[in-house]
């Protein structure tokens, strides 16, 4: 019995390990998808801006540009709120926001605006990896 009880703890160890393993990835994953698509935008910006003379048509092509840049921050910002909590700071709460709440909330960073379910208080919160 003893032995089972060693391996469960064991196995539930392991387990949060490798969970943590996963949400770094992905948590460096979405740092990778930011920076290919802030750079994929500027570079077609630049293009834009020595290829199509000035007029409507660059503007076009700048506009579309920055609607297709938002397709990655919408699916980023997806890939931040699986991962982990933010803690508040008043209490210290983890709070794990939804999509809508995540998107709507200001951000500077890794912190965002939020309140807390806890102490009903709106402060910066700052994101913690493991919950």
């Known amino acids: ?4 009880n060693q391996k469960n703890e064991q196995l539930l160890l392991e387990m949060a390990k490798e969970l943590e393993n996963k949400n770094k990835t992905i948590w460096h994953c979405m740092w990778v998808i930011m920076a290919v698509s802030i750079a994929a935008m500027m570079a077609g910006l ?3 801006a020595l290829l199509i003379p000035d007029g409507p048509w660059q503007l076009v092509a700048n506009i579309g540009l920055c609607v297709v840049f938002l397709i990655p ?11 982990g909590a933010y803690k508040c700071k008043n209490c210290g709460c983890e709070i794990v926001p939804t999509y809508t709440q995540a998107l709507n ?3 500077m960073g890794t912190t965002r605006y939020l309140k ?4 009903n208080k709106r402060t910066w919160c700052k994101k913690v990896l493991n919950k």
Request: glycine share 0%; aromatic share 12%.
């Open 1 to 4: 019995m003893e032995d089972n």
């Open 116 to 119: 807390c379910p806890k102490c």
């Open 73 to 83: 921050c919408f699916y980023a910002l997806k890939l931040e709120v699986s991962v």
């Open 105 to 107: 909330a200001m951000h």
């Open 46 to 48: 630049f293009i834009t």
